[in-house]
């Protein structure tokens, strides 16, 4: 079974630095997608980037890229030039393609997720 | 912005009881998923619904069920409440046939 991985329950960022959040995986199948989901208080999970498995360049969103290791399993996230409102729970997410049956919809795994805390 | 509207936003129910949640789409999705998620943990897949029908599920108890209306709304149903149910639970709407989904802000259900 697929299992997605945050080893880091909680992090800190000076505004203006740069923060990389951690996650690794563990799946057999060669195709897939990872994803980064923003929860604020708010509690609305809020999609941050995307990435292909069989796509070897890294994604890029405005201030937030990844650094996707596919051998290695691992999926990293960066927040340049952090803001106040970057504050929030980072999940990393994998997106199962076991059942056939649920089309391009299929379940996400997610992680246990990381607390980051942007200091001013 | 039509997105994903959730009822209620909080809810306190007692051991035992039942309770259904509902959920309305992004305008235009055709596809509901739910999650729960539980303090301090990532959301856990419970089902999902496609053109009124369970096309996946989570491992979950018989307890929870749900259903898909023709308009593409949704409602999570739990019977026999637990203590354990208690969590925040989280839909999802999306196109069956694209992978981009849209979250609401999730019912926060208490079980006492």
């Known amino acids: 079974a697929q299992t997605v991985t945050q080893s880091q329950p909680e992090m800190s960022v000076q505004e203006a630095e740069t923060v990389t959040l951690s996650c690794t995986y563990d799946t057999s199948e060669s195709d897939y997608y990872l994803f980064w989901y923003k929860q604020p208080p708010s509690r609305q999970m809020i999609l941050v980037i995307r990435?292909?498995?069989?796509k070897q360049q890294n994604a890029t969103e405005n201030r937030f890229s990844v650094n996707f290791q596919k051998a290695a399993k691992s999926f990293s996230l960066k927040i340049s030039d952090s803001q106040l409102g970057d504050a929030a729970m980072y999940f990393c997410?994998?997106?199962?393609?076991?059942?056939?049956?649920?089309?391009?919809?299929?379940?996400?795994?997610w992680g246990l997720g990381t607390s980051l805390a942007v200091n001013p | 912005d039509a997105g994903v509207t959730q009822s209620p936003t909080h809810l306190i129910k007692t051991r035992g009881q039942q309770v259904t949640l509902r959920c309305s789409p992004k305008s235009g999705h055709d596809t509901v998923s739910w999650y729960q998620q539980a303090l301090g943990q990532g959301p856990q897949f419970i089902f999902q619904?496609?053109?009124?029908?369970?096309?996946q599920r989570g491992n979950f108890p018989d307890r929870f069920s749900g259903h898909q209306y023709p308009n593409y709304s949704s409602e999570l149903n739990v019977n026999a409440l637990l203590l354990g149910d208690s969590a925040l639970y989280l839909c999802?709407?999306?196109?069956?046939?694209?992978?981009?989904?849209?979250f609401g802000s999730g019912t926060r259900l208490t079980v006492v």
């Open positions: 990435q292909e498995a069989y």
């Open positions: 999802a709407s999306s196109f069956f046939n694209e992978g981009g989904y849209t």
């Open positions: 997410a994998y997106r199962d393609s076991t059942d056939r049956n649920a089309g391009n919809n299929r379940k996400l795994i």
């Open positions: 619904y496609y053109e009124e029908e369970e096309r």
